[in-house]
């Protein structure tokens, strides 16, 4: 790091001695301009799918119910039973039998509220929440049905849950396609600056005949490449923070999916993508600089 | 200051020279000739270490060419000026700065610069020519460049390749002249050439050994040139 | 496309004069075979959020409920009258009474098998599935309430259509990714070739100069990049069909989120892509040769 | 054949030469000298049409210069053979192809190049380096390959540009050779050179005329040469 800030502050003369702004030097300004763009929209979309996820995954809940139905024995022993058979069980973070109110509030979507329930022999609800780590529905639904008669276990959450892996692996995807971008950039940009190193040969060659040395040389090409990396990189994330700016806010609109933009301070990640194609593009130039004057005596 | 022992090269296996010797002392004055295609460029190279000898020694002020890093030969191409046969340069600065090249090649401050460039455009004849680019000089004005760029950190040994081969009679003898002059300073001059007038008009101010390649080997051409 | 083709089959002997792979046309090569890469990798998202768009509005519906309660007038009459509005809704695809039996089974897990639902004073329950366009809920609604005393309308798949909507979005933001990439490819070829042409200027010029006339260099050169641009491109797209052919079924894994890969034959579409990389290597290749030649006398 | 009326040239606005005139004839041999920079290469560039006067016209095979279009302008070329001062070559390819370069140009089927390269590569010399890339030349053979590539379409217009700049006396004695006998053959030559040795070489053998280029005008050079 304090190389590449010593390498910005340059030295005008020595600089001169690049050639300037060959058409595959542009290349590389453009190349990062553009890898740079696509980098801001991958993270956008990976993020918006992460909180997605998140949002979904806290909208939904993920509870289950269990059901005391057909009073065979005292209906408070067997609930009791319940209770502690979930004490027991591992994975579940809370769980509570309902309020008479709270299942009828719970009917009326599906009876109307003329229906009178307090004269039903409405099966008793205990509502569960699971932990972070799922609990095992499977086993707890066969100790129930061994243990309690008339109670079964209602884990109507099931559905749901596919639906929040499949946000998190788009979260996955998105990242995946993040990675895949800064490293089809790092693979041009260093191409780029070789290809723009390859076509200076005999700069290079001259410079070497009037006694510079390899040190001067290089640093005068690395400083071009990695500004120029630099400078295209801050280009395209800019009109890429600016492009989703002006997105319409689909937040707003869709409710459930939550918008492109960045929320929050997460904007700033974007700021890292210049700086990795900066980085990139100093070691590729230094690398490819010192083995391209390697060949000339 | 340079001296060559015993050398040998040749490319892809087909020898130009075998077991050859040459030593360029502080105010020697050396032709060399031989026909087109002999290896005078070869041996110029061999000199600058721009290429290094398949057999034998080179010695440049004192020290074995082989023990040279890189950060050493640069060092040494300072103190060797030389004018290549097909004068490259830096096409995207002007005259004026490609002859300064050297200076900026071993960090002389700009400051410095000033005089000594000026008085080389008006040895060689370029002062009008200073801010064209090298594309836009005709054959005779880049070979003239060449002679100034290797002339601008007043070198030790000065090796030119065909200096006056687009020049007209009267510029090549000013530019054997401005040799001469500096070989009377003490600088060791090698000029490979195949104008035999030119040699012998230098005959007549400096006392010139030509050395001629032929078959292999590296003759002393007598006085009957 | 007949000159395209043309052009593949070539002229040896002229072919010659061409520099072989310099190195910024090895870079038309590298770029076409990443973004080529990247582009299946879009392509492939934005078909997997398309057919889980439709997968999604298909798995959980969109109908709603009219749940008819509080007997004052004859069930069966003002069961006809909510019929009769339905009918005359537009945006409703289809919609009928649901028997007792069906109704049964919906209150099932809530209430068990023991609660005979025979002996209760049930609501009636009208199911009705939009149109593709949505009708006017809160209309409908108004107008029940107005009309039909003890109607209501439930639109429990209020929440759901945002989800489907949801991904749609991502199939639009998919695809258009896919476009900026193609775009980005089209415009980094272009450079590409354009900067290989000014590197060869010196060779131009010999041919100029020996008696060459520009359409005899200008298909040598063409030739070169057009062919580069669709090898790099093809070798791409193959890559990035095995990389998709070799991720981890999610299909198997997720259920609800359809897998990343290309469903039945829809990769034949990423044929497409090595394609436009050809046509487009072909026109901008043709333009930046004449425009490079038209410098030289 | 090629015929200079009243053509004014310069670069930058720095008028070169003015007003000048010129044919060249079949069956005419021209010797061109001036001091370096008097633009003489100018001159044989607006010959083959690489610049186009800034005044007057010229005049190539009965055809105004001007009216000829890119195409008419390469075909032009074919006929009209050039040593260029800087023998750019295609480094890619072999001496022999590159020699064999305007055939290739030219559409020539493959089967028709052979007798012509190797009599061409025989006559300068080049037959053993026939293999090598350009860059792997000396000068002398470089100047001698694009004397080589500007002959083998036989043109009927030959300007060459210092064509023995770098070789020595005897291979620029069969260099003239060579084209005083094409010249025999009723082909009109233009050499551009600064070796007045070489011109009073070829008085003996040739009634060439000798212009010369000075103050921005072309003079014949008197019989004091
Ligand atoms: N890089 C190279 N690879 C292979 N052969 C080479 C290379 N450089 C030079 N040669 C060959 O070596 C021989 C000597 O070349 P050199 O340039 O030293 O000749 P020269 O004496 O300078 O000739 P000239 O007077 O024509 O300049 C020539 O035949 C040339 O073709
Ligand atoms: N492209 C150009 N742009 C600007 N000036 C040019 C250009 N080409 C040549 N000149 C200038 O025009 C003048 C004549 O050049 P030209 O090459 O014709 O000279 P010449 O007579 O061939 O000299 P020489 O014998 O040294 O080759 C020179 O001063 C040169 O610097
Ligand atoms: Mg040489
Ligand atoms: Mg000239």
Same mark, same amino acid.
């Given at each position: ?41 991958a993270?956008?979309l ?28 005292s ?30 509030s ?28 799922d ?48 490293v ?7 191409l ?7 076509v ?19 640093r ?15 280009l395209?994330?800019l ?15 869709g ?21 990795i ?18 060949e000339?005596? | ?84 046969q097909?004068?490259?340069?830096l096409?995207?600065l002007?005259?004026?700065? =490609? ?7 071993a960090?002389?401050p ?49 090796l ?17 002249t401005?040799?001469?002059?500096? =070989?009377?300073l003490?600088k060791?001059?090698?000029?490979a050439?195949?104008?035999? =007038? ?28």
């Amino acid at each position: 790091m304090s190389r590449l800030l010593d390498l910005m502050r340059g030295d005008p003369v020595a600089d001169r001695v690049v050639p300037p702004s060959t058409r595959s030097s542009a290349l590389t300004l453009i190349i990062s301009a553009i890898m740079a763009f696509l980098a801001v929209f991958a993270l956008a979309l990976s993020l918006a799918t992460l909180r997605l996820a998140d949002r979904w995954s806290s909208a939904l809940g993920e509870s289950a119910t269990i059901r005391l139905t057909a009073p065979e024995e005292s209906e408070e022993a067997r609930l009791s039973r319940i209770l502690a058979i979930l004490s027991e069980t591992p994975g579940i973070a809370s769980f509570r039998a309902l309020t008479v109110e709270e299942e009828k509030s719970l009917l009326t979507p599906w009876l109307g509220e003329a229906v009178p329930l307090e004269t039903l022999p409405i099966p008793r609800l205990v509502e569960l929440l699971p932990a972070d780590q799922d609990y095992d529905a499977e086993g707890l639904r066969l100790r129930l049905e061994a243990e309690v008669p008339g109670a079964a276990l209602d884990d109507h959450a099931a559905w749901r849950r596919p639906l929040v892996r499949s946000a998190h692996r788009l979260t996955v995807l998105g990242f995946g396609a993040l990675g895949l971008i800064l490293v089809a950039m790092a693979a041009m940009v260093t191409l780029a600056s070789t290809a723009s190193l390859a076509v200076n040969r005999p700069a290079l060659r001259v410079l070497r005949l009037v006694g510079a040395r390899d040190a001067f040389i290089a640093r005068a090409f690395v400083r071009r490449f990695t500004l120029r990396a630099l400078t295209g990189a801050a280009l395209g994330t800019l009109i890429g923070l600016a492009a989703i700016w002006a997105l319409p806010d689909m937040e707003a609109a869709g409710g459930f999916l939550t918008g492109l933009g960045f929320g929050g301070l997460s904007w700033l990640s974007a700021l890292l993508i210049p700086l990795i194609a900066a980085i990139v593009a100093f070691w590729a130039t230094r690398a490819a600089a010192f083995r391209a004057l390697k060949e000339i005596p | 200051m340079i001296a060559l022992e015993d050398v040998s090269y040749g490319f892809d296996g087909r020898l130009l020279f075998e077991g050859i010797g040459m030593t360029l002392a502080p105010g020697s004055f050396h032709f060399l000739t031989g026909a087109s295609g002999a290896g005078k460029t070869t041996l110029l190279r061999l000199c600058y270490l721009d290429l290094l000898p398949q057999r034998g020694t080179i010695t440049a002020f004192s020290k074995p060419a082989a023990r040279l890093g890189r950060d050493g030969i640069a060092q040494l191409r300072r103190r060797v000026g030389v004018v290549h046969q097909d004068c490259a340069f830096l096409d995207h600065l002007s005259v004026r700065d =490609n002859i300064a090249l050297p200076l900026i090649a071993a960090s002389v401050p700009p400051e410095q610069h000033g005089a000594a460039i000026d008085d080389l455009l008006h040895w060689v004849g370029l002062t009008e020519r200073a801010a064209a680019r090298p594309p836009e000089l005709s054959g005779g004005e880049k070979q003239r460049a060449a002679l100034a760029r290797a002339l601008i950190l007043s070198p030790d040994v000065i090796l030119a390749d065909e200096p006056t081969g687009n020049l007209d009679w009267e510029m090549s003898l000013n530019i054997l002249t401005l040799l001469v002059e500096l =070989n009377r300073l003490g600088k060791a001059v090698l000029v490979a050439t195949h104008d035999l =007038n030119l040699i012998r008009a230098a005959k007549s101010q400096v006392s010139a050994r030509v050395l001629r390649l032929r078959q292999g080997q590296l003759d002393v051409a007598g006085a009957g040139l």
